[in-house]
């Protein structure tokens, strides 16, 4: 597309769907995690880009290949059940550590939200796979 209001609108809401998106991974949709929303909605945001200032920019705004964030999510989320092999737990059970940070204080990480940063990531690719896909569609490219 080739619009002046949408390219400027699309700069600015670019970097407000991302925060957002990081956020709804943080948090979750209905609590725990929210990985696949949450990527979904990083997806989105890139695909607005796209739409406004062409797939090139897109693609330099992610700065990696989206069938990358694919198999870097997926071996991530992947790996977030070895902890509890390691620890005579079933696969995938959950793990967790709560150090202590000087400002925050008592901070829990466990292996659900290393689940989630795969889930997300995988989101992300995969989603982005096939909307630059058919955006790059012979025939159908823009200037």
Known sequence: ?????LRIAARHLTLMLLLASVIL?????????????????????VALRAMACGVDDARRLLRFDPRTLING??????????PA?????????????VPELPLIGALPLGTPLWFDLGVYFAVIGFTLTIFFTLAEAPGEKQT
């Open 73 to 82: 999510g997926l071996l991530v989320a992947l790996s977030s059940g070895l």
């Open 25 to 45: 991974l943080l948090r979750g949709h209905n609590a725990p995690g929210g990985g696949f929303i949450g990527g979904l909605l990083a997806a989105s945001a």
């Open 85 to 97: 092999l390691f620890s005579d737990q079933p696969f995938m059970t959950g793990m967790w550590i």
């Open 1 to 5: 597309m080739n619009s002046v209001i």
